[in-house]
Structure formats: structure tokens, C-alpha cells
């Protein structure tokens, strides 16, 4: 789904990706060069101090500061103004809905906009919004239009537009993280699969249901990376940085000798499981729009911690991964510019630099 994508003179010129979270901002520019990609620059850089909460920007000076950074490094210096920028997740709202079979398109968008309103708790005049029919194979009624819709806080997005503006930088797009990381996970051998996206990020974790590469159903609960870590630290009597290294190093400990570091973090992880479970059951079961799971991937900076791996496929009992984000990146022989754990947690800003920009005008209200 395109969110919102401005009119650009030029629809071959370069971008770069930027994947804004609570605790730190991804960027990564990726260059056509002929039949392959080249990587020209990338960054992530943690926040010293409170810019963003739960997705709102709280501190527009502090994140203008660190942008600026992303122009200034020595390494990897970010060369181009133009960006696609994520929408946090936590103030978007993904919802499938149902409306009477219409053929016009302005009549759709109407409809949409009032069966929107009463599935989100936000007034319909305080959000924009984008929608997308979905094909036949998923319209489970007659005489019925199954819709996916995106809808998004209007000061969420004003205020990110502000601090890009500030920066200097050019926004040609915006997008969702989720399809950002449907675009940069899944690939031809995904097609005709049921997947399961769990992005385990900073503050929450997310559960991204595809099938045929089409999202359908988004849920996250706040389970996160850091509840791992502040597990550690209360524990183990250990302040935030030395419970995040011993967690680094250690992982989840061993499942099979119930060593301290397991028995620390066995009530969250349970629960990641158990509400991991809940969602495949709702969206099998209640959806109803595959009968099967066929794989689950792992994304965000959470997912490499040694040993969750083998723990959530022995506990879900699916086929269970670490996501590849470069598998739709044309590199050919050459080799990422870092190892598979550190690239899971630029996944989305990956998706966000591989956009396709097209020329449809949206939302003018806002170039």
C-alpha cells in the first residue's frame, strides 16, 4: 500500500530510508547501479536522551540535531536530502473492513472513510488515511468489499514533517513500517506462503500476517527486547547497560539446564509465545483467510538474542528464522556491510530505501 508519495520531477533519482523508532533512527541509501544495488551509506545512531515516545515526538530540536548528524559523519555520510520515512506503528491504525459492493471509486473512498470512524478512537477529521481493495481471492462475501485501510494521527504526521523540514531534508514518501518490512523480507520464494512477521523492537513487538506478500492483519503487544533486558537488571541487581551485555552474551541461557539467565526470563518469554499463539489462532481461525502458517520471521533488535530461535519454533511448533532483509537488495557477490543480526534491525529502513515512488499525488494537504 502506497501511504502518501509526493510528485517528484524525477522518479530515478535516489533516496535514502529512514526508520524513526523510541530509541534510535536507521538510515540507509541504496543506489541503482545497472542489474545490481549499491549500498552508498548507512547509519544507525541511539538516542543520548527522550526524542520520541511510544512513536510522538517529543523533542523536535534533539531530533533535528541528530539528523543534521546523519549529514555531518565522517563514515557513511548519508549524501542525498531526498528520504521515505517511516510512520510509527504505535500511532497508526491497520484495519480490515467491510462495506457494500460499489463500483465507483470516489463512493469507496466515502464509504470507507465512515466504516473508518467507527473502528478507530480518533474523530475521522484528525486522521488521513489511504486504502486498498483487496483482490478476489480475499473477498470472503457477495455482494461485499473486503478493504484493508491505513490511518494515521494528522499530528503525528505534521510534526515529523516539521523536523524533516528543519533538517533540510526533501520527504518523497511515507509509509507504515510494517509494509516497509514486508517489501524488504520476503521475496520470490515467499509467494504462495503464509508468513508470519514477529518484528521484536525496542518497546513492543509486532505480529505481521502475509500471505501471497499482501499484509493482512497487523497486532503488537509490549513485549520487547528491553522487557528482556529489564528482566536481567532487576534479577541479577544490575544497572541497564550491564544487563543489556550480559544478555548480548548470554542470550536466553539454556532451556534445557534451567540456568539463572532462563529462569530470569522464562515469564516473558512464555508470554511472547503464548500471545505470538493467540494471533496465529485469531488469524487463521477468526480471519479466515489461510488455513496454514507456513514460516515464521524474525526482525528488530531483539531477534538475535541467542537461543529465541530455537526456543519459539520448539514452542509454536512453525518453521522459525532470522530474516534476510537484503534478499530483494541486488548485491551479487558482494558481501553485506554487516552480519545478519545487525541487518534484521535495519529491515525496515531497508524496506523504506527499496519504495518504488510513484507519480499519484496523495494527501495534498501536506507538500
Known sequence: MSFWNKTIANLDDHFFGLDISDFSLKAIEIKKNGSRDKIKSFSLINFKEKLVDSGKIVNKEGLVNVLKGLKNQKKHRIKTNKVVCSLPEEKSFLRLIQIPFIKEQDKIKE???????????????????????????????????????????????????????????????????SFALVRSLLGENDKNKVSLIMDIGGNKTSFLFVVNELLLFTSSIYISAKTFTDNIAKDFNMNFREAEKLKIEQGIGSMTKRDPIFVSLEGSLNSLAEEARRSIDFFIEKLQYANRLDQIILCGGGAGMKGLIPYLAKKLGYPTFLGNPWKNVRLGKIIPPMNREESVEYATAIGLALKKIDEEKLFDEFL
Open 111 to 177: 464509504a470507507v472513510k465512515w466504516e473508518l470512524e467507527a473502528n478507530i478512537p480518533l474523530s475521522i477529521n484528525d486522521v488521513i488515511f489511504d486504502f486498498y481493495v483487496l483482490p478476489q481471492e480475499f473477498q470472503l462475501k457477495k455482494n461485499q468489499l473486503s478493504i484493508l485501510v491505513l490511518a494515521v494521527n494528522k499530528e503525528i504526521v505534521n510534526d515529523l514533517l516539521e523536523v524533516l523540514d528543519k533538517t533540510g531534508l526533501d520527504p518523497i514518501g511515507m509509509e507504515s513500517e
